[in-house]
C-alpha cells in the first residue's frame, strides 16, 4: 500500500481543505439526516390531517350553527336528521358558544337537540305559531289548546287516545270560568272547533311530542267519532319549554310582567357582569331579530354597542357567514344565501310580487321626507290601484270583489315580521262600539333597502278595469 505524504500525519484525512467543484463534477454527497423518531412522525402526520380537516370542520360547525338558529328543536327520525346529526358531532363547541355570546343553553341528547333561544322583545307579535301543513297562524283559541294539552301530556301517560285528550281538555276548560270569561269557548260539535284542535294535534306531531301508533287526526274534521291511538314522547316534553324560570314560581299579575318574568336573567351587580350582559343581549337580538335599531336600545347598550360593535360584528360573521349592514339607524345580519330565515323578501308569485311594490312605495314616501304613518284604507286602495295593472300576470282570484283586503293584510304581515314596518293602533271613532281598534302603518327606515326595477314581464298594465274595492260597497 501506497503511504501517505510525509508532510500529512498519519490516520488523518488526504484532504484537508475543500475541493473546488470544477465544471462537470458531481457534488459531494449530502450528510445523513438524523433518524426521526416514531412520535415526532406521529405529531407531524396529525398537524397534517388537522390542517386538512380543520377548514372542514369550521364549515360543519358554521352550518349546524346556521341550522339552530332556524330550527331551534332538531329531531333524529325527523326531516332534518342529518342536520341533527351534525349538531351532535359538534355539540360541544356549539354550546360553549351559544353560551357565551348569546347567553342561550343548549341541550343535545339521543332524543333531541333544544336550543333555548330568549326572546327580548315579550311584545313582539309578529312571529306567531304556524300550523306545520299550511302555515297558518296560531288564533287564541289554539295556543289555548296547545297550552293545555301539553299540560295533560305532561300528567299522563306513555300512550293517550284522540278522545281521551279532547275529553281532559274539555274538563280543564270547563273548570276554570275565566277562559269562558275572556272567550276561549271550545267545543267538537263544529267543523272549527275540530279544526283548531286538529291543528293543534298536528303541530304536537311536528315537533315530535306525539307519534301515530294507529288512525289518524286528519278526518276529525269531517267525522266527529274519529279516534287515534299516540306515542307521548316525554324526554322531548321536559325539553319544550324555553324559560329561565318556572311559570309556576312567577307571581307577577300582568300578562307583560309574567312574560318577562319567564325569560328575564339574573340581574348583574358588578361592571363585568352589567357588561357582558350588554353584550349578550345585543347578540342575542342580532341573531334572533331582522334589525337591530338603536332607538330601541337603552343608553348603556347604545354606548356599550359604539365601543364594542367591530369585535361584535366580527365574531358573529365569523360563526355564522351572516353579512352585516351597519346604517345610521341600525344594524342587520343580512342572510345573502337564503337558508338562514323563516321569512324570504323577495319572494315569487303574487303576494311577493305585491310585497315589492308596496315596499318600493312606502320607500319612496320616507325617501321624499315624509315619514308619517299611512292609514290601512289608503293602502288597501293603493293595493287595489295594483291589482288593476297587474291583473295580467297574477292569479285569477285576485280581481275577485274584496280581494285586497286579505293581499294587504298578508303583506303587511310580512313586511312587520322583517320589521320594515311598523303598526300604530289607534282608538276608534266610535267610542260606544266594541270595534277593534284602527291601524295605521309607519314605514322603518330599513324598508328603504328594498326597491322594484321593473322588467318588461312585470310591466304593469292600463288601469281600465272596473274592479270595486270591498270598503265601497258598504
Known amino acids: 500500500m501506497k503511504p501517505p505524504p510525509a508532510s500529512q500525519p498519519r ?67 325527523g326531516p332534518q336528521a342529518e342536520d341533527y346529526l351534525l349538531v351532535r358531532r359538534h355539540r360541544e363547541w356549539l354550546a360553549d358558544w351559544f353560551a357565551h355570546h348569546a347567553d342561550w343553553p343548549l341541550v343535545v341528547t339521543p332524543e333531541a337537540a333544544r336550543l333555548r333561544k330568549f326572546s327580548t322583545l315579550t311584545t313582539d307579535a309578529t312571529r306567531p305559531a304556524l300550523e306545520p301543513r299550511n ?32 275529553d281532559h281538555l274539555l274538563t280543564e276548560l270547563a273548570a276554570d270560568p275565566a277562559y ?40 276529525l274534521i269531517h267525522q266527529r267519532e274519529t279516534d287515534a291511538l299516540y306515542n307521548i314522547s316525554r324526554p322531548l316534553l321536559a325539553l319544550l319549554l324555553a324559560a329561565r324560570r318556572s311559570p309556576s314560581h312567577i307571581a307577577d299579575e300582568t ?11 339574573a340581574r ?15 347578540i342575542a337580538r342580532l341573531l334572533d331579530d331582522p334589525v337591530l335599531y338603536y332607538d330601541t336600545l337603552t343608553d348603556d347598550e347604545k354606548n356599550y354597542l359604539d365601543y364594542q360593535r367591530p369585535s361584535i360584528l366580527a365574531e358573529l360573521t365569523e360563526a355564522t357567514a351572516l353579512h352585516p349592514e351597519v346604517r345610521a339607524e341600525g344594524i342587520a345580519l343580512c342572510d345573502l344565501d337564503g337558508d338562514c330565515t323563516d321569512a324570504g323578501l323577495p319572494e315569487e308569485g303574487t303576494e311577493g310580487h305585491l310585497t315589492l311594490l308596496l315596499a318600493t312605495w312606502l320607500a319612496e314616501r320616507l325617501r321624499a321626507g315624509d315619514p308619517a304613518p299611512v292609514p290601512l284604507e289608503t293602502i288597501q286602495q293603493k293595493t287595489l290601484h295594483l291589482i288593476r295593472q ?16 286579505p293581499l294587504t293584510a298578508h303583506v303587511l304581515d310580512r313586511l312587520a315580521g322583517l320589521s320594515l314596518i311598523e303598526r300604530i293602533a289607534t282608538p276608534s271613532r266610535d267610542t260606544a262600539s266594541c270595534a277593534e281598534p284602527e291601524f295605521l302603518i309607519r314605514p ?31
Not at 275572556?182 to 311536528?206: E, K
Not at 300576470?393 to 283586503?405: M, P
Not at 327606515?445 to 270591498?470: K, N, V, Y
Open 11 to 77: 490516520g488523518q484525512p488526504i484532504a484537508a481543505h475543500p475541493v473546488q467543484n470544477t465544471p462537470g463534477a458531481a457534488a459531494p454527497p449530502a450528510p445523513p439526516a438524523p433518524p426521526i423518531s416514531r412520535r415526532a412522525a406521529k405529531r407531524a402526520r396529525l398537524a397534517r390531517l388537522r390542517e386538512e380537516t380543520e377548514p372542514l370542520a369550521v364549515e360543519e360547525r358554521r352550518d349546524a350553527l346556521r341550522t339552530l338558529l332556524q330550527h331551534p328543536l332538531l329531531i333524529p327520525d
Open 135 to 166: 302555515a297558518e297562524p296560531f288564533t287564541r283559541i289554539r295556543y289555548t289548546l296547545l297550552c293545555l294539552a301539553l299540560s295533560i301530556l305532561e300528567r299522563g301517560d306513555r300512550q293517550i287516545t284522540l278522545k281521551r285528550l279532547s
Open 180 to 219: 269562558a270569561a275572556s272567550g276561549i269557548l271550545w267545543t267538537l260539535d263544529t267543523p272549527a272547533g275540530r279544526r283548531d284542535y286538529v291543528h293543534t294535534l298536528r303541530t304536537l306531531v311536528a315537533l315530535g311530542i306525539l307519534r301515530r301508533v294507529q288512525g289518524t287526526e286528519e278526518d
Open 255 to 265: 300578562l307583560e310582567q309574567r312574560l318577562r318574568a319567564l325569560v328575564d336573567p
Open 268 to 282: 348583574p351587580d358588578t361592571h363585568e357582569s352589567r357588561n357582558r350582559a350588554h353584550r349578550t343581549t345585543l
Open 390 to 405: 297587474h291583473r295580467h300576470h297574477w292569479r285569477k282570484e285576485v280581481t275577485q270583489r274584496g280581494a285586497e283586503i
Open 444 to 474: 322603518l327606515p330599513a324598508l328603504g333597502r328594498f326597491a322594484l326595477r321593473d322588467t318588461p314581464g312585470l310591466a304593469p298594465a292600463a288601469d281600465t278595469s272596473t274592479i270595486l274595492a270591498a270598503s265601497m260597497e258598504r
